[in-house]
């Protein structure tokens, strides 16, 4: 966070106010009273909104400015501003990023995850899957030489919302997500097999009870060091190739691999389009002729109404600057024309569960609000809890209000024709 001064940016932040007084009082969120949903503890907020728009409104929110009585009203909050299409106007100025790095450090994922390792979103036993084969439009090599089929064919998987959540479930549903995506690329008995990068452990354990030889990409030595414990503990100490490296590296792509099956959790969405473009290329390097990538990744989904929508990518630029830099949710279609036009490979499924996105963050949000407490004692302070709550509580409500998917996808090699 940065101080804040000047004339002009007092006087827009009078203009912030009355702006955000009025989304609130569309939406019937209260501000005053004893069961008011929203208190301003100081008019500062007003200044960090008027800089930074939504990025400001979550400053505020984790410099105490503003409070709410519970994650549940935060998340009811921000949707109802969602739904009015709340957009504040602010300065070009941006917030520099104060973490870094898209892998969660294991201390801190330990508090919001069913098994105690994994980050990702799960899958519910309830709500039923339908699959039906779509025409969809094929997106030629950027420096092919030949023009394909101008449409083509592709398994769309759409799944229906579960019918309960529980926060027993949360183990469940994430290790039902690690299944699916190793039945996805053909996981078993011989399938030598990359996860890139290191999803915690829980995803090679998973792969290794199938017979599967399972390398993992570990981002940092820290990382590989936890990983290795991991595996110790769960008596797959020597079961597991672990190696160090930098996620899309060329040069280290060439030296392992390939291999018959990739796998990769939630890390698309956390890089750039560039860094994207980098990652799938060095899949592509590493996958054998005949090979499937399997990606599990949460996407933005277009919601029908354009205010909304353009609330939605606002609100979720704090993830961009605090969370995980240059995070940026790609749409289905971009995911897919990304992937044909940078890189040899193409997806033949993809599947959507919205709702299963969203009730897997309820239950991560809801664990990690638990143990604020355990929290704390791993040496993450009340500005870091909060942003924590935060970055739960606006994908949470996105996700409510149709702006985020949750999808697996898998990719296999337009041609056939050897190792590129």
């Given at each position: 966070?940065?101080?804040?001064?000047?004339?002009?940016?007092?006087?827009?932040?009078?203009?912030?106010?009355?702006?955000?007084?009025?989304?609130?009082?569309?939406?019937?969120?209260?501000?005053?009273?004893?069961?008011?949903?929203?208190?301003?503890?100081?008019?500062?907020?007003?200044?960090?909104?008027?800089?930074?728009?939504?990025?400001?409104?979550?400053?505020?929110?984790?410099?105490?400015?503003?409070?709410?009585?519970?994650?549940?009203?935060?998340?009811?909050?921000?949707?109802?501003?969602?739904?009015?299409?709340?957009?504040?106007?602010?300065?070009?100025?941006?917030?520099?990023?104060?973490?870094?790095?898209?892998?969660?450090?294991?201390?801190?994922?330990?508090?919001?995850?069913?098994?105690?390792?994994?980050?990702?979103?799960?899958?519910?036993?309830?709500?039923?899957?339908?699959?039906?084969?779509?025409?969809?439009?094929?997106?030629?090599?950027?420096?092919?030489?030949?023009?394909?089929?101008?449409?083509?064919?592709?398994?769309?998987?759409?799944?229906?919302?579960?019918?309960?959540?529980?926060?027993?479930?949360?183990?469940?549903?994430?290790?039902?997500?690690?299944?699916?995506?190793?039945?996805?690329?053909?996981?078993?008995?011989?399938?030598?097999?990359?996860?890139?990068?290191?999803?915690?452990?829980?995803?090679?354990?998973?792969?290794?009870?199938?017979?599967?030889?399972?390398?993992?990409?570990?981002?940092?030595?820290?990382?590989?060091?936890?990983?290795?414990?991991?595996?110790?503990?769960?008596?797959?100490?020597?079961?597991?190739?672990?190696?160090?490296?930098?996620l899309g590296d060329a040069q280290w792509a060439q030296q392992h691999g390939p291999y018959d099956a990739i796998v990769s959790f939630s890390q698309l969405e956390s890089c750039p389009k560039r860094d994207k473009?980098?990652?799938?290329?060095?899949?592509?390097?590493?996958?054998?002729?005949?090979?499937?990538?399997?990606?599990?990744?949460?996407?933005?989904?277009?919601?029908?109404?354009?205010?909304?929508?353009?609330?939605?990518?606002?609100?979720?630029?704090?993830?961009?600057?605090?969370?995980?830099?240059?995070?940026?949710?790609?749409?289905?279609?971009?995911?897919?024309?990304?992937?044909?036009?940078?890189?040899?490979?193409?997806?033949?499924?993809?599947?959507?569960?919205p709702e299963h996105l969203r009730l897997s963050i309820r239950l991560q949000r809801q664990m990690f609000e638990g143990r604020l407490r355990e929290a704390a004692a791993d040496g993450y302070d009340e500005v870091?809890?909060?942003?924590?709550?935060?970055?739960?509580?606006?994908?949470?409500?996105?996700?409510?209000?149709?702006?985020?998917?949750?999808?697996?996808?898998?990719?296999?090699?337009?041609?056939?024709?050897?190792?590129?």
């Amino acid at each position: 966070m940065q101080p804040l001064d000047g004339f002009a940016l007092k006087t827009r932040a009078r203009l912030a106010e009355a702006e955000f007084a009025r989304a609130c009082d569309a939406t019937g969120v209260t501000l005053s009273g004893d069961d008011a949903d929203i208190l301003v503890n100081h008019e500062r907020l007003f200044e960090r909104i008027a800089a930074a728009g939504w990025t400001g409104l979550a400053e505020g929110y984790m410099a105490g400015e503003w409070s709410v009585t519970s994650s549940d009203v935060l998340v009811e909050v921000i949707a109802k501003l969602l739904g009015q299409g709340y957009v504040p106007r602010r300065t070009s100025w941006k917030p520099r990023p104060e973490t870094v790095g898209a892998m969660l450090p294991s201390s801190l994922v330990q508090h919001f995850s069913g098994d105690r390792v994994s980050a990702f979103q799960g899958h519910f036993a309830t709500g039923v899957a339908t699959t039906e084969r779509k025409l969809t439009k094929s997106y030629p090599e950027q420096r092919a030489k030949q023009r394909g089929a101008k449409r083509r064919y592709i398994d769309v998987t759409t799944y229906e919302a579960p019918l309960d959540a529980d926060r027993a479930d949360l183990g469940d549903i994430q290790a039902r997500s690690a299944q699916q995506l190793l039945d996805l690329v053909g996981a078993g008995r011989g399938t030598r097999m990359l996860e890139y990068p290191n999803s915690g452990g829980a995803v090679a354990l998973a792969a290794i009870g199938r017979g599967v030889v399972v390398d993992t990409l570990a981002i940092s030595h820290d990382s590989a060091a936890h990983l290795r414990e991991y595996l110790i503990l769960n008596g797959a100490a020597n079961d597991v190739r672990v190696a160090v490296g930098k996620l899309g590296d060329a040069q280290w792509a060439q030296q392992h691999g390939p291999y018959d099956a990739i796998v990769s959790f939630s890390q698309l969405e956390s890089c750039p389009k560039r860094d994207k473009v980098q990652y799938l290329r060095a899949m592509d390097r590493m996958l054998l002729p005949g090979g499937r990538i399997g990606v599990q990744s949460v996407m933005a989904r277009r919601v029908q109404s354009k205010s909304v929508n353009r609330a939605c990518r606002s609100a979720l630029q704090v993830l961009g600057a605090y969370v995980w830099p240059g995070m940026e949710y790609q749409y289905e279609v971009d995911f897919l024309k990304l992937v044909e036009q940078q890189t040899h490979l193409q997806a033949i499924s993809i599947s959507r569960a919205p709702e299963h996105l969203r009730l897997s963050i309820r239950l991560q949000r809801q664990m990690f609000e638990g143990r604020l407490r355990e929290a704390a004692a791993d040496g993450y302070d009340e500005v870091f809890r909060r942003l924590w709550l935060w970055q739960f509580a606006v994908r949470e409500a996105v996700a409510s209000v149709g702006g985020l998917d949750l999808a697996q996808a898998v990719l296999v090699r337009k041609h056939r024709g050897g190792r590129r």
